[in-house]
C-alpha cells in the first residue's frame, strides 16, 4: 500500500495513530457537549437538557468536525499525533464535497436513521394492532428491527478490517475516501511493524464474529427443530430444565410466583419452626412466604409489608423495622 | 384481609369465649354474622374486688371494625352511659391510646382491646379527661367519685345481672337498687 520511500507522498497513518487521533477527538467532544449543554442551560433550564440528551451530542460532534475538517483545518486529535486527511490515492488533499459528507454520515445520519426508524417502528406497531394480517409493512418491520443487528455486524468487520489494514477508522470515511496520512515523513517499514500489534485485535472481533454467527446458526436449527417437534408430538410437553430461549424464560418467570410460595399449613415447608409459631399474628391464619422483621418476629410477608408501609416498628415488639430490612424465609 | 382475620378471630372466640378466661368478659360477638364489622361486647366488674369504683356494673360496648382491620384500630364505644374521666359520658367515646392510630398495633385483638378497657376502668387517667367534671372528683373526692359512678350505674341501670348475660334494660320489674357498699337493699317490685 505504501509507495517507495523515495517518494515525495506522505506515508499512510498505521492503525495505532489513527486511534490515539480519535480517542483525543472524543475527549474534545465530550467537552464541547458539556459546554454546549451550560449553554442550553442558561437559555432554555435543566429540563431542556434531560430531554434532548441525544440531540445535544449529534450536534456537539457535528459543530466540533465542522468547525475543523470541513474549513479544511485540522481536528485537535489530528493535530495532536500528526495526521492529515488526503484522499484515496494518497496525491492530494479530500474535496470540500466528501468532507461535507463525510461530517453529514458521521454525525447526523445515525441519528436521523435511529430517530426514522423509532418513528416507523411505533406507527407500524399501532397498525399492526388493528389488523393481525401480514403485510409488506410488517416485512418491512421485520426486515428493519434487524437493521440494528446487521449494522453492528457491518460495523465490527470494518473495525476488524482496519485493525488489519490500517485504512478507514469508520464506514463513512471509507465511503468518502477520506484516509489519513502523516503529516511528517516516516519510514514506511517502521509503521508497518507497528500496526502488526493491532491485527490480533482484529482478529479477536472475527473470532468473536464466527463463535456469534455459530450461535445464531445453532439456535435456529434448535428453532426448526423444536418446530418439527411440535408437529410431531404436539402434546408432549417440554419437561427440561434447560433454557431454550427467551419463551421458556418467560413461562417460567410468570410461573415463578406460584411455584416458590412458601404456605406454612403445609408441614413439610420449613418444618424447623414449631407448631405454635406457625401462625401470622396479624392474619391469624398459617403464615403465608413467611418474613423476619429485625427483631426476629415472624410474619406473613404481604401482612407485615403493609404494616410496615406505614408504621416502620415490628407489631409486636415495636422495634424500628424498615421494609427494606423484611428478610424472607426460604 | 380484615374480613378473613375478623373470621380468624370469631372462630377463636366461638372455640375458646374470652369470658372463661376472663370472667369479666361476658360476651364479644358480631352483632350479626351478615356483618362481619359490626361487633358487641358486654364488660362487667361484677365485685368490689374487681374495682372499688366500678364494682356490680356492666357495660355494653359497640365496635365498629373498619375495612383496613388490623391496619386500622377499631373504633369502640360505651353503649352504655358511665362516669369515668377518660370516656365520654353523652356519646361513650373512649380515651385510650391504644384504640388510636399511632399505639395500635395489629398484633392486638378485639379481645385484648376489651381487656385493655377494663383496666382503664380500674386505673382512670385523670390527666388527659374525656370528662373533667369525673376527673376532678376522682383526683380530689375518691369516696365521692364511688358514690357518683354507682348513682349513674343505678340512674342508667347498668348492674350485672347474674340471671342472664345480656344487660339489663330498666323495666320496674327487675330494677334493683343498691347502697355503695354493693349490698342489695330492695328490689322494687312494680
Request: aromatic share 10%; with cysteine; hydrophobic share 35%.
Amino acid at each position: 500500500m505504501s509507495s517507495n520511500p523515495n517518494s515525495r507522498q506522505l506515508p499512510f497513518a498505521d492503525a495505532a495513530t489513527i486511534v490515539r487521533a480519535h480517542q483525543k477527538d472524543a475527549y474534545f467532544e465530550s467537552i464541547y457537549r458539556t459546554y454546549l449543554q451550560d449553554f442550553f442551560q442558561i437559555l432554555h433550564g435543566q429540563r431542556f437538557i434531560n430531554s434532548y440528551p441525544q440531540e445535544i451530542t449529534v450536534l456537539a460532534k457535528a459543530l466540533y468536525l465542522s468547525l475543523t475538517t470541513l474549513l479544511g483545518a485540522r481536528t485537535l486529535g489530528e493535530e495532536y499525533v500528526d495526521l492529515i486527511y488526503v484522499n484515496k490515492t494518497g496525491k492530494r488533499l479530500p474535496r470540500l464535497l466528501p468532507r461535507i459528507g463525510f461530517i453529514l454520515s458521521y454525525a447526523v445520519l445515525p441519528y436521523i436513521v435511529s430517530k426514522i426508524f423509532k418513528s416507523f417502528k411505533s406507527s407500524s406497531e399501532e397498525e399492526s394492532k388493528k389488523d393481525g394480517s401480514i403485510s409488506i409493512k410488517q416485512w418491512l418491520i421485520r426486515m428493519f428491527s434487524n437493521y440494528y443487528k446487521v449494522l453492528d455486524v457491518i460495523l465490527n468487520v470494518h473495525i476488524a478490517l482496519f485493525y488489519f489494514k490500517g485504512e478507514f477508522y469508520s464506514l463513512s470515511k471509507r465511503i468518502f475516501g477520506l484516509r489519513y496520512a502523516f503529516g511528517h515523513n516516516k519510514d514506511p517499514q517502521k509503521v508497518q511493524q507497528q500496526s502488526g500489534n493491532y491485527s490480533l485485535l482484529g482478529g479477536i472481533i472475527i473470532l468473536q464474529l464466527f463463535v456469534k454467527s455459530l450461535m445464531a446458526l445453532k439456535s435456529y436449527n434448535d428453532e426448526l427443530v423444536k418446530k418439527g417437534e411440535k408437529t410431531n408430538t404436539a402434546t408432549q410437553r417440554d419437561n427440561g430444565t434447560r433454557i431454550h430461549d427467551i419463551n421458556t424464560l418467560q413461562t417460567l418467570s410468570e410461573n415463578f410466583e406460584t411455584d416458590h410460595i412458601i404456605d406454612l399449613s403445609d408441614e413439610s415447608q420449613l418444618p424447623y419452626l414449631p407448631e405454635n409459631s406457625r401462625n401470622c399474628m396479624l392474619c391469624l391464619s398459617p403464615m403465608v412466604n413467611p418474613s423476619a422483621a429485625i427483631c426476629g418476629h415472624i410474619f406473613c410477608w404481604d401482612c407485615i409489608v403493609d404494616w410496615i408501609r406505614e408504621h416502620p416498628e415490628c407489631p409486636l415488639c415495636r422495634q424500628q423495622c424498615a421494609e427494606q430490612n423484611l428478610l424472607p424465609l426460604r | 384481609m380484615a374480613e378473613r382475620r375478623l373470621f380468624q378471630e370469631y372462630n377463636r372466640y366461638k372455640k375458646s369465649p374470652p369470658s372463661k378466661s376472663n370472667p369479666q368478659i361476658i360476651s364479644l360477638n358480631p352483632i350479626s354474622e351478615d356483618n362481619i364489622f359490626n361487633w358487641q361486647a358486654i364488660i362487667s366488674k361484677p365485685t368490689k374486688k374487681d374495682n372499688p369504683f366500678y364494682y356490680g356494673g356492666q357495660w355494653k360496648l359497640s365496635i365498629a371494625v373498619s375495612r383496613q382491620y388490623p391496619l386500622e384500630p377499631p373504633v369502640i364505644k360505651f353503649i352504655t352511659p358511665i362516669v369515668h374521666p377518660n370516656i365520654n359520658l353523652k356519646t361513650g367515646e373512649i380515651c385510650l391510646d391504644i384504640l388510636k392510630k399511632d399505639a395500635w398495633s395489629p398484633a392486638w385483638n378485639l379481645e385484648h382491646l376489651l381487656v385493655a378497657i377494663l383496666m382503664l376502668l380500674d386505673s382512670p387517667e385523670p390527666d388527659s379527661p374525656l370528662n373533667i367534671d369525673a376527673a376532678n372528683l376522682y383526683r380530689h373526692d375518691p369516696v365521692g367519685f364511688q358514690s357518683m359512678v354507682q348513682f349513674n350505674m343505678w340512674k342508667v341501670g347498668s348492674f350485672v345481672d347474674v340471671k342472664k348475660s345480656t344487660p339489663t334494660t330498666i323495666t320496674k320489674s327487675n330494677q334493683v337498687i343498691r347502697d355503695v357498699s354493693g349490698s342489695k337493699i330492695r328490689a322494687i317490685i312494680a
